[in-house]
Structures are given as structure tokens and as C-alpha cells.
């Protein structure tokens, strides 16, 4: 069983960044992917971005891609989504969610999820 706690999220203006966190607990990510979904209000959850723990590869949204760098800490078992030249399109509840996969852009390929953080970006 994994346990994923999401941490960072908060309010920022536009241009700003965030650094988001998500800790596991009950085992390692080694050979897990840990992906990142955004969803904000009246739509649904989106992909943001992906890593494979044991190789490091990576995959992003197209959105999100040169402004947003998913990275992990072996040593502290977590894994983080820095977001830099946020845009007001950004704002969303953002979850991190985990699995035994190679990274997959599809939620439905993870089954376990973390409760979430809020990240709203102001214009």
C-alpha cells in the first residue's frame, strides 16, 4: 500500500512559482511512475506531468512543457512538480498519483492518489 501527501500549493500571482511536494509512505517508488493531474472546477482531472522513479524519464503536457520540471529525491522518497511563469489556466486542485507502471498521461492507469493541493494563480 502507498500512501502519497501532496504539500506547496497556495496563492500566487501570475508569472510566479510554486514548488509542489509528494511524499510517499508504506513503501519506495522504485519501479513506480509518479504523475501529477490537475483539475480545476467544472473540468475534469487533467495530466500534467510524469516520471518513471527507477530511470528518471519524463513526460509532460504540452501545456505545460518548459514552464513546469517534475523531479525526485531518492533519499526522501518524494518527488516534486516545480511550476515557473504560472498563468491564471494553471489554477487547479493538483493531485499527485502513483503506480507500478511505466509514466502514463491517463489517470486511469494509477491507483494510488493523494488528497490534493490547491494552486491559484491571480492575474
Known amino acids: 500500500q502507498v500512501q502519497l501527501v501532496e504539500s506547496g500549493g497556495g496563492l500566487v500571482q501570475a508569472g510566479g512559482s510554486l514548488r509542489l511536494s509528494c511524499a510517499a509512505s508504506?513503501?519506495?517508488?522504485?519501479?513506480?511512475?509518479v504523475g501529477w493531474f490537475r483539475q480545476a472546477p467544472g473540468k475534469e482531472r487533467e495530466f500534467v506531468a510524469a516520471i518513471y522513479w527507477s530511470g528518471g524519464s519524463t513526460r509532460y503536457a504540452d501545456s505545460v512543457k518548459g514552464r513546469f520540471t517534475i523531479s525526485r529525491d531518492n533519499a526522501r522518497n518524494t518527488v516534486y512538480l516545480q511550476m515557473n511563469r504560472l498563468k491564471p489556466e494553471d489554477t487547479a486542485v493538483y493531485y499527485c498519483?502513483?503506480?507500478?507502471?511505466?509514466?502514463?498521461?491517463?489517470?486511469?492507469?494509477?491507483?494510488?492518489w493523494g488528497q490534493g493541493t490547491q494552486v491559484t494563480v491571480s492575474s
Open positions: 508504506g513503501r519506495t517508488f522504485r519501479n513506480y511512475a
Open positions: 498519483a502513483a503506480d507500478r507502471i511505466l509514466p502514463s498521461n491517463s489517470s486511469k492507469d494509477y491507483n494510488y
